[in-house]
């Protein structure tokens, strides 16, 4: 394992502070509250956050002060943490812990996918190069999913965060919200385009690979629960699609199966799809695995507003349902208006990536049909799928002020 030299641990250690600061502070505890609300299912002032995982070339790596590869791995997971907070005063919630998962695996097909990146510095384009041109005539192929996990490099990593700074950051065990995607992982393997004629030309081949993905991630399931991997999935806790596992619903302290644990589903690669395709080829799969979560969190960018009524209304555990700019939002807030689902707003992108100042009003106008369609929900807003903010820190402030502006004058609960 490599060293940490005295001046990354000092640096480190400095970064450690200031989280334990934010994490103490008075704004915390008031950012904490509109979480709790929505774990209790209440309908207050909403989190609005600006998420900066497709620009961390903007905002994390020119920050990056440790000289040594392992330390600055490390120096950018705190540097991540404070980055809503820091630079956007966004509703991001801050940890008095450092907090790491064990390094668990879940394959649930035996081939890998071959992906051609655009280059450029953080392009965000790819291209699929099948390695499955015939589903029917390949399946075998898909056989052989695996999972697993690495209890030496968890351990010794631990060690490695508990002797930096683990007296000034507790480190936590933490697990994110159990993985259940099918439909990704095998488009990646053959291409959009024979993925939708296979549904046609041999549906056999196609259910048969869908069920040798949910039996591996049962078999995974089986595996967190008999190995004792299993842990809390509450409060601060990371939930997919970058939000947070606050709940009421479930253990805060010991969990031995994934019936009390967080799930996460989505299956956008059929947004194109008819609803009765869906309910055909993806949803019977779905419902095996969402069997086994305490709770559900669905949706990535896919509509989900074609497939609410005859499917996803039907899970009694959805507690989070992604809407993106894809769906219609108005009919989408009338399925969701007065339950116990949280409405995971992902605004549309463009108007903080398009180059030149900020159209405030502009902004302001969507922001006000996006909260009235929201109005009467258990709301969260998350501004995902930013490329860029061109480097400029107060553009992201702006927005995010003009959101909660918006959100004050036009939302409703």
């Known amino acids: 394992m490599e060293l940490i030299s005295a001046h990354d641990r000092g640096i480190l250690r400095q970064r450690a502070q200031i989280q334990l600061d934010y994490a103490n502070s008075p704004q915390n505890k008031i950012i904490l509250k509109k979480w709790l609300a929505q774990a209790e299912g209440r309908r207050e002032s909403p989190p609005i956050r600006l998420l900066f995982s ?41 940890p008095p812990t450092f907090d790491m998962t064990w390094r668990t695996h879940v394959r649930p097909f035996g081939i890998e996918a071959t992906i051609t990146r655009a280059a450029g510095p953080n392009a965000q384009g790819f291209h699929i190069d099948p390695v499955i041109s015939d589903l029917a005539s390949e399946l075998d192929k898909l056989r052989g999913g695996s999972f697993g996990v690495d209890r030496e490099a968890t351990i010794c990593h631990r060690e490695l965060l508990e002797d930096v700074l683990g007296d000034i950051l507790p480190v936590h065990m933490v697990m994110g919200s159990l993985p259940g995607g099918i439909t990704n992982p095998l488009v990646h393997l053959m291409g959009m385009e024979a993925y939708y004629m296979a549904m046609f030309d041999c549906p056999d081949a196609v259910h048969e690979a869908m069920e040798m993905a949910t039996r591996i991630y049962e078999q995974y399931y089986d595996f967190l629960e008999k190995e004792q991997l299993l842990l809390p ?88 349902l992604s809407v993106s700019p894809f769906n219609n939002e108005p009919l989408i807030g009338e399925f969701l208006r007065g339950r116990r689902i949280v409405y995971y707003c992902k605004p549309r ?65």
């Open 54 to 94: 497709n620009f961390t070339h903007e905002v994390v790596t020119p920050r990056l002060k440790c000289e040594g590869e392992q330390a600055r791995r490390i120096e950018a997971v705190l540097l991540g943490r404070l980055v809503g907070r820091e630079l956007f005063d966004d509703d991001t919630p801050i």
């Open 349 to 413: 992108a463009e108007f903080v990536t398009h180059a030149g100042p900020l159209n405030d009003e502009a902004i302001t106008a969507y922001f006000k049909g996006v909260c009235e369609a929201a109005s009467g929900c258990i709301f969260e807003i998350a501004q995902r799928e930013v490329g860029t903010i061109f480097g400029d820190f107060e553009r992201g402030r702006h927005y995010v002020r003009l959101a909660r502006e918006a959100v004050d004058s036009y939302w409703r609960p």
């Open 233 to 320: 999935t509450n409060g601060l806790t990371p939930l997919a699609q970058e939000s947070f596992a606050f709940t009421d619903e479930l253990p805060g302290d010991r969990v031995t199966k994934t019936t009390e644990c967080w799930g996460f589903l989505e299956s956008q690669e059929t947004t194109a799809v008819s609803a009765d395709t869906f309910g055909e080829f993806v949803f019977p799969y779905q419902q095996r695995l969402v069997d086994r979560f305490g709770l559900l969190s669905y949706g990535c960018c896919e509509r989900v507003d074609a497939i609410w009524t005859e499917y996803l209304s039907k899970w009694s555990k959805l507690r989070k």
